[in-house]
Nanobody
């Protein structure tokens, strides 16, 4: 059994910052990557940022230069530092843990960017 617990969402003004955190626990073996996805109302879920077990990162073009993903391999945690937030970043953000055998999702945390 694997559990992902997310924290750090909320309401922020445009230009502000938020930090999302995700902690994975349980029977975790053969990690491929951890990352963050988001889903805005009426849109498909999309990758925001990911980091492989080897430390390789990738970002959606829309967040490059503003968001930074980091991972602690010893604790199985992944954080997303979000700076210079824009209204279009508003969405539910989901933590993702990709194993060789299965793909796990967190429950989601709401991020709202509004004045």
């Amino acid at each position: 059994q694997v559990q992902l617990v997310e924290s750090g969402g909320g309401l922020v003004q445009p230009g502000g910052s938020l930090r999302l955190s995700c902690a994975a626990s349980g029977s975790i073996f053969s990690i491929v990557s951890m990352g963050w996805y988001r889903q805005a109302p009426g849109k498909q879920r999309e990758l925001v940022a990911g980091v492989t077990v080897g430390g390789r990162t990738n970002y959606a073009d829309s967040v490059k230069g503003r968001f930074t993903i980091s991972r602690d391999n010893t604790k199985n945690t992944v954080d997303l530092q979000m700076n210079s937030l824009k209204p279009e970043d508003t969405a539910v953000y989901y933590c993702n843990l990709r194993l060789l055998t299965y793909n796990y999702w967190g429950q989601g945390t709401q991020v709202t960017v509004s004045s």
